[in-house]
């Protein structure tokens, strides 16, 4: 069938195809016992149909013979138990014997292929750490955790002082005595958390960076890249892209079994359940974009149902080319689709494709084609260039995920969801966002929102003292050191310097405890998390809670929320320094987004009403019409204004 | 207490007494060492008082001498871990260790018991598969699976392409490679599951075979049973059944229990609390009299409050006497009651039987013996034939309720619940069910009904074809290969024969999402799974989606339903479907339940009023009268209309 | 820090101080080499500043080096895990290594510290059994629990027979043969697990009695303690008490997480959220007072937020002073702070103290100040006496709450709420309460409250039948024998020599089936157990359900409810109860609660409205004022009437 796939995929309008992610045990049956022709076939086929290829190395699937050779390469659960094969991802990210037998296999593969002319791309591995095989709690990996923290600390005496191990008697004789911070029988030292996460987080990047060094040897004109996943946070991705590890960020966006998954409110995945909430992709588009260095691919675009979720729904008429347009809107290179066909046997065979098993297109394949031929037609939307950096940033910050997971405090306290209701915020606002580091340069933005980050460090005071632009700052802002502490200054630690108040006590709050609070003339309450601040120096509250307690304060162009308040209050919050930034905002009817790329913008209806977008009344349109239906999306040029 | 036990129990009325089920080490205390006296002792008595004897072999609770001469024996479970001794069913089904001991024992106590006169049956074990002590995950039990692949593939590499395990590279070079498919980081391969569970159904089955087997030796005129439980699905009972394995299907029936324990909507379990769900016993007794081949027990039949649901509450008055009745009307050639007195001491001390421990007899032991006086009373009742086969029948299917397990797709898919609402469905209508196997000849029915059949295989097509009855398939039917995917020419593959229609896709339902649809008059919504449907042919559409998609499909007698529709929707596709086929159909009132046994019809109100029951103007009541109480049940003859 | 402290330690009114319970590591950094200076100093600059000192055992936390040389004193869980160092109480109570490590260390300790005039007081390890490490399934906990039957039972004849092992062939062929009652497929024998507990409660205790020993001989001024937790039945704390095993009954009290993680209804927690709930703590004072002999210490008292349950809010404004005068009026000698200072770092960095981590007075630190100088300026607070024997007594029975966790029967029993709901129904009467066991002599109590006592024997019936009090039992009293059977004259057992009844059959109830019934004038239902009973000989029926069976029976001064009725029901059976044995009660004011202390009456207002207190109208107030506000606390000497 390979032809005639072939032959249908360029007839689509696809352009590039991934294969190979999972094929070890096709290209090596038996140890160094290389099998390439079936690929070549695979390849060429591809290639004489005009199409550009990413191949994908398959160390996500190690062989059966490789795993009875190394048993120990199977990953260890936080329980102590060792998981089995018969899946995939059923291997130890730290395991020295599979990281040799990863470069000796992908040395032959990049040997073998590298350079070949319409192999444009190349992923490592799959997904990397999916179903919780990452971190794996193996002797593997604490005999490597022991010897980062060495590194890290130099003497074991610095590791008992910074843990502060003397608490509960913790303290370790030698490197080599410390353990891995799981079956303990009450909480572990809260940084011995941590230091495995930073540990983990590196080791995935290091595993794939070994991968990286033969690619980049064997592959010098290939894009590199790996396939990351959205709402993901096992491991710093600013960092694991850092040194040219990768050329471009592609991500896998499933927005429906992600709606279904996430710690959304239930009425929200009541409402959503057939279009995805309207943020979920362009959360990850928008992060993955800083991420990539401005340049992002989804690499697996969902394009009908699939089969991971707790309910899997057919999406809504008109999603699947709705999305393929969003992703387009915020930047995305290139929407990639998992799958072409649909797979009749195995894991994934209820995971619908572009294709049903029957190999006619599917509702979501259908779609795509319409999507494909619009934007062929279309002179304005085929050449449009790269977006802008916005206006408007949020930082996100993957160790403030870690602190806040291994330190919940309430049960309901999730930092990427607070982040999340912000950006939900903003983009209700009618703001493009750039989601990025705050490591990153700053200094362009207008409008910076930290809707919580766990370390506040000179660096980025200095990045606020040096900034024109207005800061918005959440809760637990600066509350911890590093070495997971409470300053000793309190929260929110050296932010003090630039807006001086004190944190003095916090608390978590169950779902019927919510104090209220009004700002401006909207109402609302606080959720999970408040804090009981001082006010110090010149510092002003700007609302403050019904029992008095501040709730917002500022001084100048920094202000802090002293408490995850209800969404409207981070709208109103939000718009107050939106405006103070000279940024306009027009809160945008229920279920519409809007995104500007090159000189055009976009909108996307995922609503349930017809609505009218906001484009100016001399637009030019290229895409749909002002008057835009459920499922619809639109795309307009402004008139210049001069 | 014995020779008064006796004595007792046949005032009662009690004709046979099971005794011996767990008692292996006081019949073999120490390896070798029998003891047999109190147990002739004990036979003596009852067989005295003219009892007749069920004997049970006690390997359900191997003894602790022999888990400490063969640990090895005991079972598995699915995270590796083994379990103690120190309760039941603490052992391996695939061990050959034990079941060498099970032999040597049986052959010991069939040997001395075998002919004894008054013993009239035997239960091999007890309750197989209970405690989730089927599938173990044990060493045995990997060997032994190993072997059966062998036998079913023949090469492995039939067996990686049976299983597609091109698929994430999970090829094995030989049967040995092949593991247990638990423990694996996410889904293991569905058809490894599912040949898993294929193999250790099988394994019951021989477990139970190789008992059976010296037992037809050594009681050559006793009648071999099993006791199976309600609602269980562990082992294909039609298969387990074949080849004279059993002479009687005997099943344990505890109506509460069940009630709280199964997937019913909150308000059914609330509302049914204190009477069963009036469907609950109904269902398994028309399920084991097709397994019996037309002869079934109730080897323990609840006699007042039990110990082992989540609450567990005393049954309303008159339940006890009632489900005698069901039990009766639905053709149980015998109703055992477990237990003769509650016990004291040990695990079940909180389970009821007919007597206190005291030693008075219980509430429901009082009802017992009223049922036993009136039938004893009525030549009309202690006469009365076997049941006729039904009109109407059900298909059930292990396998499927297998697949659909391993692959429930969204998290409340229920097969069996699916089967058990058109089941009740049909009983509303007041008609009588058969509940067969679809290897069964189905020809003499008029009315088929199959609530979903994973796999429709040409013999099935074949009995379609052949037959003149109605025919009626839900969603997921003929969705699978043997082989565990997608029929190439999608579902419902071969009954796509005599029903052109082909499923595009299909979606799971979060309960908030509900499409509407109507059925003639009657308005309601898909639940829990739907499909999009596409008619081909002359396939007609009966009934749509507000959305368009078709809801049921028709072509002749054959009917498919598309989607999980709401109860009343089931009723009226149901009724429609009887009607067509010429079965007379009557709503019954809310609660009410009538069942046709030999020339009577016996009615069971299990609703909180007083009702009428729908006999002919001129019938004839052999028991109770036609305004029927709540918690009360009648039996008349109607009148002969010539 | 320290001399700071110490002075401002003293400064705030705190007299005792307790230090060095977790410090093992510091103490004795490496085997057999101990460093006493750092200890020395601190005793001497606390010591030097007027403050007396607790000293704490370290035990609850064995350095890593102990761990190393002997990895086997770690404990293990039911499912067969074994826990990890890295946090606390990570060590097997029934290890014999671990326990000669730790007299050997206390002896070292004790010998260096003992005779400390300033150390007035010793804390054995500290919250023994918390974080679910009792019982641990350790192979050395197995070896001893063999002895111990072997102790208790003799033969293992006799031990089968007790145990009624005969039942699903259980017999043990020696004591070395059984094992313990974990991972076994079904419920173990319930007098197995009940065994279990009951050795694992006497190894609680014989640990800290090996520490109390040495302690004795070095420390013979001291007293001796231990500090126990709320709602914590893990071990029997009245036979822990047991021989001067303690001088004082200590405990730690956090009444806001306590609210927040025992099985109170919703609508409660959320109530209660910043208050605690009125009788959370009162409970606790109540029952370690007599479990002290009259003398208790609230050794950790919650200051403001604390870090460990599922939400942490911070306590309303006045309740931390609110709690200290309520541990005051139940006869607290101290009440002691946990912690100091809120710890920056590891793992209770978000745990309160009376200062910040700053070092300024936290608000709940300033709560204390306030009340150490109330009670300072005021010569009636400061020389208040013991409390009295109260005339009401509850008896709590700690077996009871074991056997009845080992058979629930119903998910929703939970025999220690039962007791609470009874504790607060008297309170909320204005009664005061004495917590006590069932073997302490109950012939001073005018009113005697038995919510439930699993076995009754003689020595309480005697106890019944010489006292001229009111006795009131409730549900499952007298339904077992010691060896957890069921007794055979039907329960309530023995208690039917005094009250000719018996239960002929229970029923546990989901929350969905309620039987009404009504007791006076006062409405209500039976929740989540009742049972059906037959009143014998003159036994009178007091109030029935609608069903009619018996609710509330009597005969004479002892009165049996046969259900856990809803709450206004039990109150109104106690007001009876209480006015038939010339008890005056008044329903106080929605939130309030009342407690005397030698001549004083303290009121504690935890309810949304300010309310008068039913102080006498000549009251002297020594404390507040007649009219209460929210979260504030009266206190006032009645006039004499004469």
New interface residues.
């Given amino acids: 069938m390979w032809a005639d796939d072939a032959k249908r995929m360029a007839e689509l309008g696809i352009t590039h195809v991934r294969i190979a992610e ?5 290209m090596e ?2 140890p160094g016992e290389f099998v390439w022709e079936w690929l070549d076939e695979a390849i060429e086929t591809l290639a004489a149909a005009g199409l550009k290829l990413v191949l994908g190395t ?1 160390t996500a ?5 490789l795993i ?1 050779a190394h048993p120990e390469v199977l ?1 260890v659960r936080a ?12 291997y130890d990210i730290s395991s020295e014997i599979y990281r040799r037998e990863c470069v000796r296999f992908v040395t032959a593969m990049a040997g073998r292929y590298g350079r070949h002319p319409s192999i444009v791309a190349w992923q490592t591995d799959n997904e990397l750490g ?4 990452v971190p794996s709690y193996s002797p593997a990996a604490l005999k490597r955790f022991q010897a980062w923290l060495q590194l890290r600390y130099e003497s074991v005496n610095a590791l008992n002082e910074v ?11 030698s490197f080599d ?1 410390i ?14 958390l941590l230091d495995f996460r930073r540990f983990m987080s590196e080791e995935v990047g290091s595993f794939h960076r070994e991968q990286i060094e033969v690619l980049r040897q064997h592959a010098p004109n290939a894009d590199l890249l790996h396939n990351f996943m959205g709402f993901f946070t096992t491991f710093d991705h600013y960092r694991f892209a850092e040194d040219n590890a990768i050329d471009v960020a592609a991500w896998d966006s499933y927005p429906i079994a992600r709606t ?1 998954s996430i710690a959304l409110p ?1 009425e929200q ?2 409402r959503y ?2 279009t995805a909430h309207p943020d979920v992709s362009a959360f990850d588009h928008d992060r993955y974009r800083t991420i990539g260095g401005g340049r992002f691919w989804v690499m697996e675009q969902q394009a ?2 699939v ?1 991971w979720a ?5 999406p809504a008429k008109g999603m699947v080319r709705l999305w393929a347009y969003e992703a387009f809107a915020h930047g995305a290179e290139l929407v990639s689709y998992f799958r072409w066909r ?9 995971h ?1 494709g572009l294709n ?3 190999n006619e297109l ?2 979501g394949g259908l779609e795509v084609q319409q999507a494909a031929r619009e934007i062929a037609a279309s002179a304005a939307l085929s050449g449009l260039g790269a977006p802008k950096r916005a206006a408007t940033a949020i930082v996100f910050d993957y160790e403030t995920q870690w602190m806040f997971e291994i ?1 919940r ?4 306290f999730d930092y990427q969801m607070l982040v999340f209701d912000y950006y939900e915020a903003l983009r209700e606002l009618g703001l493009d966002v750039d989601i990025v580091s705050s490591k990153a340069d700053l200094s362009q933005y207008r409008l910076v929102v930290v809707p919580s980050i766990a370390v506040i460090d000179e660096t980025l005071v200095g990045q606020i003292e040096k900034s024109s632009a207005q800061w918005v700052f959440g809760p637990r802002s600066g509350s911890k050191t590093t ?8 929260p929110p630690g050296a932010l003090q310097k630039v807006l001086p108040m ?1 944190v ?7 779902p ?2 919510t104090p209220a609070l009004s700002f401006g003339d909207i109402e609302g309450v606080a959720m999970h998390w408040r804090e ?1 601040v001082r006010a110090n120096g010149d510092t002003r509250v700007d609302a403050q809670f019904d029992d008095a307690w501040p709730a917002v304060l500022s001084r100048g162009k920094v202000l802090y929320v002293a408490a995850w308040l209800s969404h409207g209050l981070h709208r109103a919050v939000l718009a107050q320094a939106a405006n103070e930034a000279g940024i306009e905002t027009q809160l945008l009817a229920d279920g519409l987004r809007i995104r500007r790329r090159g000189d055009l913008t976009f909108a996307f209806n995922f609503g349930e009403q017809q609505v009218e977008v906001p484009a100016s009344v001399n637009a030019t349109f290229v895409l749909g019409q002002r008057e835009l239906a459920t499922g619809d999306v639109c795309a307009w040029r402004d008139a210049q204004t001069d």
């Fill in positions: 999972f094929a070890w045990s096709r049956p038996r398959p699937s190690p062989p059966k013979w009875d990953p329980d102590g138990v060792r998981w089995n094969f018969g899946s995939r991802r059923h999916c179903h919780d095989t843990w502060g191990n003397v608490f509960w008697s913790m303290e370790y004789p005595a353990g891995l911070p799981n079956l303990t029988p009450t909480d572990a030292n809260p940084i011995h279904e239930e995945k009541a359940a057939r009908g149902p089969n707790s309910w899997n729904p057919v649909q797979c009749p046997f195995a894991q994934e065979q209820m619908s049903l098993p029957n599917s509702p330190q405090h309430g049960k309901t070495a997971f502490a409470i300053p000793s200054s309190l004190q003095l006590e916090v608390e978590t709050l169950r019927t405890l009981h």
